[in-house]
Each structure stands twice: as C-alpha cells, then as structure tokens.
C-alpha cells in the first residue's frame, strides 16, 4: 500500500516537473546502497533464526507476566538499533503474539503490540542505521557522527524511560509457559554474518566507498545463502526511489517551495511531526530536507514524528495489521489504545525537544 501511494504521489508530481536530466540527482545512491547492505545481512541472519533464539533465551527465564512484557518490548527496541523499526516488528511481533499465547495471556496482546511498535519507532533514532530516515539524513547533510548521537541521545534516553516505566504498569501476573527453543544457530554462519554486518556499518559510516561494501556483502551474502538476497524487502527500496522523485518535484513547483520554506523556517521541529501524520516519516524526511538546514531538529522530527497516527510510519501499519491477523477481533479497542499511548508519548517527547532547542 505504501509502495503503491508513492509511486502514485510520484507519478502525480511528474505531470507538474516534467522528466529531465535533474531527475539524476534526485538519488541519494549512498543512501539505498547502506539500505540494501543491512536489509540484506538482516535477513541472511534472520534464515538462521539467531533473533528468535536469543529472544528465546531471554524470554525463557521470566518468571511473571509483567516482565515477559518489558523484555518483549525491550528486545524489540534494542532490536531495531540494528534491525531497523520495520524488520524488528516482523521478528519480534510473532514471538510477542506466541509467548502470550502459550500462558493463556492474549488479553495482553493490544498492550504489548502497542508498545513493541512504539519500542521500535524509538529505539532506532540512537543509531544512522536504526531507522531509514536516519540513513537518509545522515548521508544527505553528511552529519558527523557525535554530532548525530549527541542529538538523539536526550529523546532516544527519555524514550527508554517512558518505555520502562509504561510497561512496569502491567499486573505482576504469574507465568506458566513452555515456549520451544529453536535449535542454536550455526555459530561459523553467525560469526560470517556478524563480521558482514559491521562492513554495513562501516558503509554507513564512511569508513570507505559504499559501493566497495555493497560488492562484498553482496558477494558474500550470494556464497553463504544466496536466498537471503530474493528476501530483501525491495519494495522499501523501491519506496524510497518514489519517495526521492516525489520530494525532488515538490522542492521544484515554487508554490509549495514558498509555502514550505516560510514553514519550516519557523519551526521544523513541528512542521517535520505534523508532516509525519500525513505522509509518514520517511517521505516527510525526504521531502522537507530540501527546505531546512537545521537537521538536528528535523532528525528528532521525523524520528518522534513516526508515533501518533497509524499512517506515521511503515511500522506502525506492519504492526495493525498483525494485530489484525493474530489478535481477538478487537481492532477498534487496538486503535483506541494505540492512539493514546502513541500521542502522549508524541506530545511529551515534541515538548521534551521544544525544550532543548530553547537551551
């Protein structure tokens, strides 16, 4: 659906720019090349299930149902430093749904789905890589690295504590539960794995070209399990070169220039949330990157910005609709309670910034 709307939004924007040779420029190459690599070692890593295991392992050794809750949680919002916000959910949703299964704990279920989805829209802002936003500013301004932790460390801390203490408000409800482990993953796959991931890393660090790191991932992902490479999710790349084309049009109409730059010149803190409930995070951090040099707001933006309504980011959609699929039914009361969790944490975390500006 996503996939679908920008190439609609895209294709609209062409009638108004019509195709040249700016059209090049449009892509930030850097960007999907960093994207590709990590998609791809997620998913050779996740073909050996080393996520589920250590899920798994963790999960095993909690003895009340308040806690199994916050080390679900939790391990989504680590998970998608890494994993990114989207790939975490995938993972980590199914294991949330089937521990609470298992303890005849599905009245739990809206809860703990809300808060894997907003663990996983906060937890990656800490890292360039966490979330795909984050890849593209960081690239796109050529942030520097402390710089980049230093601005998303204060709302990346007050997120993990709101997280905590949200989920320490579930009843301390004994745990029955035998949840099977998956058989230990092949520990020379895991190192191979590992040591391919911190090349993604040091792409996207600029530790060296980054097509140097996409050949040899690539390459290496091909020799080690080739089907990792068919399990990409394309459709995110795809995404993004919609996303590129329709910000690249929309920065050239002079209407919406104007419009947009008298905007965020006053506050691209707010403009960047407010524009996330629209069109979501991703687009809005294309898109309104072309009007604004003060990252720093705008990457707290876009970032916070994915919380709220259910269109804010690709994660928060991925999330309803398993709920959709594994929960009771009760799709209103889920939207009810998503829409509350996530605007108080939106409203607290757009003062928190508004705050630090100021400072």
Known sequence: MVLWIALLAAAVTCFFVPVDAAYADYFDLRTLGCLFCTLLVVCAFRDIHIFEYIAGVIVRHIGN?????????????????????????????????????????????????????VAANLGGMLTPFGNPQNL?????????????????????????????????????EELRMSVPMPATPSLWRSVCYLVLFVVSICTVFRLFPYYWGVLVVLLAVLALDFRAVFK???????????????????????????ILSQAVAVSPLLVGVLCCQCISNVPSSVLL?????DYANLLVAVNIGGLGTPI??????????????????????YVALFSAVNFSYLIVLTLLQSLIAVL
């Open 65 to 117: 149902i308040r806690y199994a809750v916050l080390a679900l949680v939790m391990i989504t919002y680590f998970a998608s430093m890494i994993l990114a916000n989207d790939m975490a959910l995938i993972t980590f949703l199914p294991l949330g749904y089937f521990v609470l299964k298992s303890c005849n704990q599905q009245k739990h279920m809206a809860f703990t789905f809300v808060m894997q989805n």
């Open 136 to 172: 593209y500013l960081y690239s796109f301004f050529n942030i520097p690295t402390g710089e980049f932790f230093a601005i998303m460390a204060p709302p990346f801390a007050a997120a993990f504590l709101m997280i905590i203490g949200t989920c320490l408000c579930v009843k301390k």
């Open 232 to 258: 990409v999710d394309y459709s995110l790349l795809l995404t993004f070169c919609a996303f590129f084309v329709f910000a690249g049009n929309m920065a050239r109409i002079p209407a919406v220039q104007a």
């Open 289 to 293: 990157s072309k009007f604004t040099g």
């Open 312 to 333: 804010a980011s690709l994660a928060s959609l991925i999330t309803l609709n398993q709920y959709r699929s594994l929960g009771d039914g009760r799709v209103g009361k």
